[in-house]
């Protein structure tokens, strides 16, 4: 458990570094790094946009709305191709949906219910979603037990 903590800790350090602070440290140093070699290295450029302020505005018009446009054509284009990559590793949903359809062909056991119904009670649980919790879920699988 002590492992699943510091795991878990890792990965908000992770989350919180890449999708945020470096996100908006590098892209800052991207807008400066851009203005000094681009802008000031050449004079005609450094003529028409010669104020930093100027050149933040005008990149940013340019330079979101390209980003939004590519990110849209990203998540119309690849993310079920990344979905399905993710799924493909994903063991939970695959045991999840083996029992399901095991359920629906009437060859689930009520012990492989009962576990996967605690597996899902818990991770509620911890999540604190109790509200999602069934009463009647307990019952149910008290029942099949006899």
Do not use: C
């Not at 992770?14 to 800052?28: D, E, P």
């Not at 003529?47 to 979101?64: D, K, M, Q, R, W």
């Not at 939970?92 to 899902?120: C, S, V």
């Amino acid at each position: 458990m002590q492992s699943d903590y510091f795991r878990r800790r890792w990965l908000d350090f992770r989350n919180g570094h890449s999708v945020y602070l470096a996100f908006v440290l590098t892209f800052v140093n991207f807008i400066l790094i851009t203005y000094n070699f681009a802008i000031k290295q050449a004079s005609f450029l450094h003529a028409i946009i010669g104020n930093l302020g100027v050149f933040i505005l005008f990149f940013i018009g340019v330079y979101v709305p390209a980003a939004i446009v590519i990110g849209y054509w990203h998540r119309r284009n690849q993310y079920s191709i990344e979905n399905e990559a993710y799924f493909q590793q994903n063991w939970i949903l695959a045991w999840i949906f083996q029992f399901q359809i095991k359920q629906m062909q009437g060859k689930a056991t009520p012990q492989e219910a009962e576990r996967i119904m605690n597996y899902l009670d818990d991770i509620l649980k911890k999540q604190k979603k109790d509200g999602l919790i069934e009463p009647s879920t307990k019952k149910e699988l008290g029942s099949d037990k006899k």
